[in-house]
């Protein structure tokens, strides 16, 4: 039976962090570089804290961060808008992809006779979701403008936050049917307005791109039963910079290292094929996310990058 990974590796000595290495974390720093009197390591600091510091120097970064986006902060996702055919196959790719974007978000539909909701969930504190849900909702109808080359509006627009002051700020992104305190974080749309085609429309080009997604997809779902709750587990802990071990793993299951091991040789799998296998699923995401190879074996408990890289190789040929 093969044991766990011999690879050196090491538990990653950075914090816990909610993705900060990514675009979102990156602009965040960039913007309180710019802004900050006094040069500060923002790069020690989580993402949540990144988003209450800006939030001092502009209450409504929510709505301008995209703004300080360039092009090639933009993720995969947000590209894919520009390939689909209309609004509707552009919100149908966010809704079925947004779990690779991140794994603390939800994207899904709602519907009201003729209209189709989509609706946002993120899994932060209160005092957090406003900024979040602000730029998630900004990205999305920004990126909607430019595929199109039209100034699309959702047709009313829905805010579990409380009313801010600047809630003027809100109409010409998301019209003057707001509404705040709500149930949900929607956007709603019209027929008419799903129907609208993208200027850069390619259905191969967007079909391609589809199935490597897809393929990702299938890599994260895999998983069920004993396997399935130990992914997950081993997923938190990569993200959080530690690596997970199998006395860590039976602790949690509350099981013995030895009928862990069995549950696992049941479904056909090792310790270590799991661990590789939710490794390459977060490699990608990572890849995604704008981390350079040297972060993202740090991530994922390697020791140096070359390790990390012989480690990818072995994924290609044995998952």
């Known amino acids: 039976m093969l044991g766990e990974d011999k690879k050196a590796v090491e538990a990653a000595k950075i914090p816990a962090q909610r993705y900060h290495h990514g675009p979102l974390g990156q602009v965040l720093q960039r913007f309180l570089d710019h802004h900050a009197a006094a040069q500060e390591d923002f790069s020690l600091i989580e993402l949540e804290q990144l988003w209450q510091r800006a939030a001092q120097l502009d209450p409504a970064i929510g709505l301008h961060l995209f703004s300080h986006f360039s092009r090639q902060d933009w993720h995969v996702l947000a590209y894919m808008g520009f390939f689909a055919a209309n609004v509707g196959q552009s919100l149908d790719c966010w809704i079925r992809y947004a779990g690779l974007a ?19 969930s993120v899994e932060v504190p209160a005092s957090l979701e406003r900024y979040l ?52 974080n929607q956007l709603w749309f019209d027929q008419d307005t799903l129907a609208v085609p993208m200027l850069g429309r390619n259905q191969a080009l967007f079909d391609i791109v589809c199935s490597e997604l897809d393929r990702r997809l299938a890599q994260q779902r895999r998983f069920g039963g004993v396997a399935g709750r130990l992914a997950e587990l081993a997923r938190q802990q990569f993200l959080q910079g530690h690596t997970p071990t199998l006395e860590w793993a039976s602790d949690h299951l509350h099981q013995t290292p030895r009928t862990l091991r069995r549950r696992l040789q049941e479904q056909g799998l090792t310790f270590r094929q799991l661990l590789d296998t939710v490794r390459a699923e977060l490699d990608g995401y990572l890849e995604m996310q704008g981390l350079t190879r040297a972060q993202i074996a740090e991530q994922l408990g390697y020791s140096d ?3 990390y890289l012989h480690a990818r190789k072995r994924w290609a040929v044995e998952l």
């Open 102 to 120: 991140s794994a603390m978000d939800s994207v899904s539909y709602v519907f009201d006779g003729e209209l189709v909701g989509v609706e946002i």
């Open 133 to 184: 849900v602000e730029h998630y909702m900004t990205m999305a109808m920004t990126q909607l403008g430019a595929a199109s080359g039209e100034a699309l509006k959702p047709v009313r627009a829905y805010f579990r936050h409380a009313r801010p002051d600047y809630w003027l700020e809100y109409q010409p992104l998301f019209g003057e049917q707001l509404g705040f305190a709500a149930a949900g």
């Open 305 to 307: 990058t070359a390790a």
